[in-house]
């Protein structure tokens, strides 16, 4: 192959790489046999905390997971994360990812739904590079109240040319500040392509869309709602309060908390933006014999074909995850879900009540759902040494906000139907000792 | 080939009738026949200034998605509705049912310096 080459050696196929930057020798241990690994692997996972009575929430959240979804989701004929490149073969497949697209379609109220992106960071700086698209503008607001990692990432996407991405601040209520956002608006020299708020927010807290939507649609930018799909089945859809795009994490829906990911990005738009949004869409049709068929469709717009035009870099899927939603909100259906929204609000509101009476108050006066911060003094420390103790304390804001002082005592707690009465003892006894 | 010779090309196989400071554009038969069947032409809003080679809209066929680019500068005045239910118009019937765009020239003679019908067939090789 190398004579075919016209070459003499295989490094020669790396000579475009700078010397600078290559692999050094990989620093490997020895060879071991199956048995030792599986021992020194066992070792590790041991070290994983599975007995934590878990408040995090901060955009990813613990729920039950009906065994029918692990069931569907090891079938050997769905079991690769990867997506169809020849598509049409697969129809078991791209029926599931049609059928994904049609239960988040009815979560969000909107009619388009993309096959699903990497995580919900991604498909938010997806939807805000939409917005620019759309409107032929370069200027695009975000509340600080957004998922602070969103927000990076939207900013990593916006850092190469002209693109501004600009912060909307939050009022003491821990709400996005909407006058704020109305002279942001106003200013007609610099023209805003579109508005990006969370609902509930990164405080847990509900934010109001629907002003905002219609503040944004009066300056001609595009409204774009941040969402946490569980939430969808007792809070109001984005399209019912105008929201031209929805993007969100998707784990919620019957995918574990695991490290990193992966997890699962929602992006679904209007129909107006149908040739704005990026990513697979599967579509279905009929077959030269009129039987049902299902189709990747709108093909041109994306990257194997349209190049450097095309709407994204990215033209995949996460179709392991997407199935696991799909089975998660077949299995549960509509009641099911609402039952776990409200079951994850009522704990929050025992949740609430438990610390309140313990002498911890909330940091924000603004409704939540089933997240909210409380003020701690010194809650770096009252966290960690929780922690020690087998509770984990949600998670102190300054983390996210390092410069808010306003947020240096705040720990950002959430509960959900997995919530039990004992957790929330020992939380409230273990933060009660602690500020003692 | 079909090619008016009423009309004027560009090399990104478009061509303009002017008339009346105004220019009316669409793509050439060749360039729908290697295109194959469109399926989608997304146009500009009414009142957009195209300046020359701006591009103003894409179109889409099954095997691929072109830019289309502003042959002359000029404010969009019109866009042909008819390619939202019917983009195959682009197909059988390019130079008539499926124009693109009306553009309100900026320089009225802006047109004259394209190519006239036998200089593009030369440039296409037919």
Redesign the interface.
């Known amino acids: 192959m190398l004579a075919a080459l016209g070459l003499d050696s295989v490094e020669q196929l790396f000579d475009d790489i700078p010397e600078s930057v290559r692999a050094r020798d990989l620093d490997l241990p020895e060879p071991r046999s199956e048995l030792t690994l599986s021992h020194d692997l066992a070792a590790l996972a041991a070290r994983n905390r599975v007995d934590l009575a878990s408040f995090l929430g901060a955009g990813v959240y613990q729920h039950y997971i009906p065994a029918a979804v692990d069931t569907v989701l090891s079938r050997g004929e769905f079991y690769t994360a990867y997506t169809p490149y020849q598509p049409e073969i697969s129809q078991g497949t791209l029926q599931t990812i049609y059928e994904f697209q049609s239960l988040i379609a009815e979560l969000v109220g909107l009619p388009v739904v993309s096959a699903s992106h990497y995580d919900g960071a991604s498909a938010t700086a997806e939807a805000a590079l939409m917005t620019v698209r759309a409107t032929r503008r370069d200027r695009v607001l975000i509340s600080r109240a957004v998922h602070p990692h969103y927000v990076e990432t939207t900013r990593t996407y916006f850092a190469a040319g002209t693109r501004e991405l600009e912060e909307l601040p939050t009022r003491a209520d821990g709400t996005t500040d909407l006058a704020a956002l109305e002279s942001a608006l106003a200013d007609t020299d610099r023209p805003v392509a579109g508005v990006i708020l969370g609902q509930p927010n990164a405080f847990g807290l509900l934010d109001p869309m629907a002003e905002a939507a219609r503040l944004a649609h009066a300056a001609g930018a595009l409204f774009v709602a941040v969402v946490e799909p569980v939430s969808l089945a007792v809070l109001a859809p984005p399209g019912e309060y105008g929201a031209d795009i929805a993007a969100g994490e998707g784990q919620p829906l019957g995918i574990a908390p695991q490290y990193g990911g992966p997890y699962l990005g929602l992006l679904a738009c209007s129909q107006k933006l149908l040739r704005q949004i990026p990513g697979r869409l599967v579509g279905r049709t009929e077959d030269l014999d009129g039987r049902r068929a299902f189709v990747m469709t709108l093909r041109a717009r994306e990257q194997d074909i349209r190049r450097d035009k095309a709407a994204s870099n990215i033209c995949t899927n996460q179709a392991l995850c997407a199935l696991a939603a799909t089975a998660y909100l077949a299995t549960v259906g509509p009641h099911g879900l609402h039952d776990v929204a409200a079951a994850g609000a009522a704990a929050a509101g025992r949740l609430e009540a438990a610390l309140a009476d313990a002498g911890i108050e909330r940091v924000h006066a603004a409704p939540y759902l089933n997240e909210f911060a409380i003020r701690v003094p010194d809650a770096a420390a009252v966290h960690a040494q929780l922690l020690d103790e087998g509770v984990l304390a949600g998670l102190p804001l300054a983390r996210w906000y390092p410069d808010d002082p306003d947020l240096a005592d705040a720990l950002l707690v959430c509960a959900t139907e997995l919530t039990t009465a004992e957790d929330i003892d020992r939380l409230v006894g273990g933060l009660g000792e602690a500020i003692a | 080939m079909d090619l008016p010779e009423s009309l004027r090309y560009t090399r990104d196989h478009e061509w303009v009738r002017a008339e009346d400071g105004e220019a009316v554009v669409g793509i050439t038969a060749y360039a729908a026949e290697e295109l194959g069947d469109v399926?989608?032409v997304?146009l500009p809003e009414i009142g957009r200034k195209l300046t020359r080679d701006e591009t103003f809209g894409?179109i889409?066929?099954?095997?691929?998605?072109s830019?289309l680019f502003a042959p002359v500068a000029g404010e969009v005045v019109a866009i042909n509705d008819a390619l939202g239910d019917d983009p195959e118009l682009v197909n059988s019937e390019p130079y008539e049912g499926g124009w693109m765009v009306r553009l309100r020239l900026d320089d009225p003679a802006a047109a004259d310096a394209l190519m006239d019908a036998a200089a593009y067939r030369e440039s296409v090789g037919g």
């Open positions: 399926v989608f997304e894409v889409e066929s099954v095997k691929t998605a830019d």
